[in-house]
C-alpha cells in the first residue's frame, strides 16, 4: 500500500525476458548473460531506492505483472505499465499520472546506470526546491535522471530518443520554456560489454586498499 508523500520516484524498467533487454550487451555476451547483467542492475538500483526517505515509488514496466522478482528492501512500490508509442511518450505520461496523484515534486530513472546513489536521488529532490527541472547527464548524450515540479509535455516530444542530442535537445527546450534547471554529475549508462569492463574495472578498483 502506498503512503502519499509529496515525492515520487517513478523508475522505468524493462521485463525480464532475455533477448528483449540490454540488446546491445546481448549482441557479444549473448541473450542469456544479458539478462542476469540486468538482474544485477536492477538490484543494485532497488538498493539505492531502498534507502531514500518520505518518498512513494512507481514501478512502470514495459509490459504489466503483479509481482516483481526482487522487492525493494524495507519499501512499498506500486506496478504499472508504460503506456505510449515512444520513450518520450512513456514518460511524458508517467509524469502526468504522478501529478495527478498530488504529488509535488517526481523524479524518473532507469536501471541502466548502476552508479547512481541514494545521494544523487535525494539531491535532485532537493534541487527541485529551487529549480524547475534537474538532470542527471549521462557520459552518451542521455540522462539517468530527471526530476520535475509540474507537468512539461515539451521536454518528450519530437526528442531523438536514444542519441547522443538528447540532453542538448532537452536542455534546449527547457530554455525556450523559460525553465530553469540544474545538472547533477555524469553518470555512465551501461549499454555494451565495453561499459560493464569498465563499471567492473572501477569497482575493484575503488575496493582496494
Request: aromatic content about 10%; some cysteine.
Amino acid at each position: 500500500m502506498i503512503t502519499k508523500t509529496k515525492n515520487a520516484v517513478i523508475v522505468f524498467q524493462k521485463n525480464l525476458v532475455a533477448g528483449r533487454v540490454k540488446t546491445r550487451l546481448a549482441k557479444t555476451l549473448g541473450n542469456d548473460e544479458a539478462l542476469e547483467i540486468y538482474k544485477s542492475l536492477i538490484k543494485t538500483t532497488y538498493l539505492e531506492i531502498g534507502q531514500l526517505k518520505d518518498v512513494d515509488i512507481f514501478i512502470y514496466l514495459s509490459d504489466y505483472v503483479e509481482e516483481l522478482p526482487f522487492d525493494i528492501k524495507g519499501k512499498s512500490y506500486q506496478i504499472l505499465a508504460q503506456e505510449g508509442k515512444d520513450l518520450g511518450e512513456r514518460m511524458k505520461n508517467a509524469f502526468r499520472d504522478c501529478f495527478g496523484k498530488g504529488y509535488q515534486k517526481c523524479i524518473i530513472i532507469g536501471t541502466d546506470c548502476p552508479e547512481i546513489s541514494t545521494k544523487d536521488m535525494q539531491l535532485a529532490f532537493d534541487k527541485l526546491s529551487y529549480k524547475d527541472i534537474i538532470i542527471g547527464p549521462a557520459e552518451d548524450g542521455g540522462y539517468y535522471l530527471l526530476g520535475l515540479k509540474k507537468e512539461t509535455p515539451a521536454l518528450f516530444e519530437s526528442i531523438n530518443w536514444s542519441t547522443a542530442e538528447v540532453l542538448s535537445s532537452t536542455t534546449h527546450r527547457a530554455e525556450g520554456q523559460n525553465l530553469s534547471f540544474e545538472k547533477l554529475r555524469t553518470l555512465n549508462d551501461i549499454d555494451t560489454e565495453k561499459d560493464w569492463k569498465l563499471y567492473n574495472l572501477k569497482i575493484k578498483n575503488e575496493q582496494l586498499p
